[in-house]
């Protein structure tokens, strides 16, 4: 990301997005608690995460063996189990409501329970891999269901709904390959070791590669088939991000041999996002999660972009006209946007005060604005699913 000298913008006031997970919490006792934690430093107190008020909470013990209600102060306090993952590798520390608890598993909370498989945790350095996955998957989940995109267990919902598949290569058998495919997401457990994920991430020229982006690049294929496949949104889908009738197996081919088209970045987030419409969509899907969760973080804790300085050019109601939907103009969205590349130029200059790799090492075109903007509305206006479902070939990362 790079900045322009010039005077900074002015910009409308910075709004509360309900939409926005919060990641800032404090305890009863004033402590300040974050989304990992599970007990309080401060006190002691147990802490869980209701994934239904996206909400870290104090616990106190009830009359019912296994059952917690929050501290809060209120006159009927929600009732909750723990997560019976908590004192697993996956150590989640989210709750499961007791009046919303699953007939099949009443035990594991929403996230848990998108779980189908998991690596042989006889392995020493799978349960570490697992729980590392796992942290990645409750933020993910968390910001999705902060958006309210429908999420689902497979198991709960055999046609729409959503798995994960945690796998390791078997000797003799063919490489886990991550990707998607009809509502399950499969995802390498060796992507978790960070000496395999960077040699990945090296040998591939990615500038980024993490657990967390991983999944929520997976995620955006399964939303593409609840949300856009076959809905009112297929034809802007198509007028953005291309006709992803191409050939998928061949142009994914065509990438790993040719790599990107050298100017790939004047209309994509990624270089990768340049082989085929499906991909475009994942890494833009992708990159908008990142965009809401981080500027989501930053509000939590007082970091607004509209306070910083020193600001990129900013975009204007002219990088939206042109998005295949006639004449669109959303000032809320180009704010939102501008902020976030405000932000971005200080933590990459920070993430250089400390030598390492930049935080957001990318530079959004305006074709990419548009991109970002369609799965914004999308997000923003879903539209009840009126087709079949697609199948295809499951989608590398």
Known sequence: MHARVHPAPRHLPCQKDPRSVNRSFSCVCGQPIFFRNSVCLGCHAPLGYDPVRSKLLPLAPTDTPDVWRSQESVDEPPMYRRCANLSSPATCNWLVPLQTADAFAPDLCLCCRLTRTVPDLSVPEHASWWGRIEVAKRRLASSLLALRLPLVP?????????????????????????????????????????????????????????????????????????????????????????????????????????????????????????????????????????????????????????????????????????????????????????????????????????????????????????KLHLVHRIISHKTPRSARRRTRPPAQS
Request: aromatic content about 12%; proline content about 6%; some cysteine.
């Open 154 to 370: 497979r198991s709960e919902d055999p046609e729409k709904g959503l798995a994960f598949d945690i796998l390791t290569t078997l000797p003799g058998a063919a490489p886990v390959i991550t990707g998607h495919a009809s509502g399950v997401i499969t995802l390498d457990a060796c992507e978790a070791d960070d000496a395999t994920r960077e040699q990945r991430r090296t040998s591939l020229r990615e500038p980024y590669r993490t657990l967390l982006g991983h999944l929520r690049h997976e995620s955006g294929h399964y939303f593409w088939e609840r949300l856009v496949d076959g809905t009112a949104w297929h034809e802007p889908f198509r007028a953005v991000f291309g006709d992803e009738r191409a050939d998928y197996g061949q142009a994914l081919q065509t990438h790993y041999l040719n790599g990107a088209p050298p100017d790939w970045s004047s209309r994509h987030v990624t270089a990768y996002a340049s082989c085929h419409p499906w991909e475009d969509w994942a890494e833009t899907w992708a990159h908008y999660l990142h965009m809401r969760d981080t500027l989501g973080t930053a509000r939590s804790f007082g970091i607004r972009g509209d306070r910083v300085e020193l600001a990129c050019e900013p975009f204007g109601p002219s990088a939206l006209s042109e998005s295949g939907n006639g004449d669109v103009t959303d000032a809320r969205f180009l704010q939102w946007l501008n902020h976030w590349l405000n932000l971005t130029v200080v933590l990459n200059e920070m993430s250089r005060s400390m030598g390492v790799a930049d935080f957001y090492p990318f530079v959004l075109s305006q074709p990419a604005v548009r």
